[in-house]
């Protein structure tokens, strides 16, 4: 779950900085607070069950399978230009945007293990989110505005081997970007020691 009000409150102990993008949900006294280790849980039909009687809530995707191409560009033509170019990449991928922003999100399939990359364009960023990291599905932005889906919720996410991917991001790249683009580095063994003692 997503806490998904912009009028909930943000519990003191919690590290978030703002609701609606964070996994997150309501604890005491209805105070939001972040999810501990919601990168890799996995959700039981009790919780879903649980989660879905609070209106509040939004739904957010961990994307281990189901990934996305985050189209974080402000500029309406660019945004655009960039979601014809995947689509005649043969990409017809479900599109998840809202109404007061031409920035949107494209949903697909990929098994694997793998890392966010990052393309820097003119006008904002384009990311495909991979392993380790979710987008809110169905909710409301911290904008107001609500999260639709183009056609309505899909009934299907096309999948893409990782040979396809590697060819449309090329072809992105080639495109739009105005500096090489970046892929996250998996955390270290020292790393992950270190920020689960921390925790």
């Given amino acids: 779950p997503v806490v998904s009000n912009p009028g909930a409150s943000i519990s003191e102990h919690s590290k978030m900085k703002a609701l609606g993008k964070t996994p997150s949900k309501y604890y005491g006294n209805r105070q939001a607070g972040g999810i501990k280790d919601w990168t890799s849980h996995v959700s039981t039909d009790a919780e879903i069950a649980e989660w879905s009687a609070e209106p509040d809530y939004g739904i957010s995707l961990i994307t281990r399978n189901v990934r996305a191409i985050d189209i974080d560009v402000g500029d309406e033509a660019q945004a655009t ?84 991917f590697n060819s449309l991001w090329s072809a992105l790249e080639k495109e739009f970007a105005i500096e090489p683009s970046t892929t996250s580095t998996a955390p270290s063994k020292a790393a992950k020691l270190a920020e689960a003692a921390q925790n």
């Fill in 81 to 164: 230009a960039i979601r014809r170019f995947i689509s005649e990449f043969h990409l017809e991928a479900p599109t998840r945007r809202r109404g007061n922003s031409s920035k949107c999100l494209m949903a697909f399939a990929m098994p694997g293990d793998h890392q966010k990359r990052v393309i820097r364009t003119e006008h904002g960023i384009v990311e495909a989110l991979m392993t380790g990291q979710q987008f809110v599905a169905c909710g409301t932005h911290p904008s107001g505005a609500r999260y639709e889906w183009e056609g309505g919720l899909p009934d299907s996410i096309p999948t893409l081997t990782i040979e396809q």
